[in-house]
């Protein structure tokens, strides 16, 4: 299972390495103990808090990962793996924002996905659209 040292946690919540400690010491955040002797949060137990506390804004400049043409990245946790026979879906929860990708089976295994893992999700679009919400001004 993956797991995120406090740093790390924090990181990708978007909150300070003491306010992870705190949900630690109050039982929001199960902290435990790495084989290295730090301590570590398992990527599962982040999931649900990133959903509702995680901006996303500071994930990809602490999180580097490969370099990409694609401008629109979402790197998050993994929160599930679906897979049939032929096709896999991969939902990842970037800050606020769950973003859903179908592949192949093949690819998924390939990338060893599973809950809880870091991953950015690179979308490439050729019709995106804006929506305002009722009321606002344009």
Do not use: C
């Amino acid at each position: 299972m993956p797991e995120y040292r406090i740093s790390e946690a924090a990181a990708l919540l978007g909150v300070s390495d003491d306010t992870v400690r705190r949900w630690g010491e109050h039982g929001r955040l199960t902290l435990r103990r790495g084989a290295n002797g730090m301590r570590v949060v398992d990527g599962t137990d982040l999931v649900a808090l990133m959903a509702e506390v995680g901006s996303g804004a500071a994930l990809a400049e602490a999180f580097p990962l490969a370099r990409a043409s694609a401008r629109n990245r979402f790197v998050g946790l993994v929160t599930r793996v679906q897979r049939d026979g032929v096709m896999a879906q991969v939902d990842l929860q970037a800050g606020p924002f769950r973003v859903v990708s179908l592949m192949s089976r093949e690819a998924a295994d390939d990338l060893g996905l599973e809950p809880g893992m870091l991953a950015a999700a690179s979308v490439k679009a050729t019709n995106v659209t804006i929506e305002l919400p009722p009321g606002s001004e344009g």
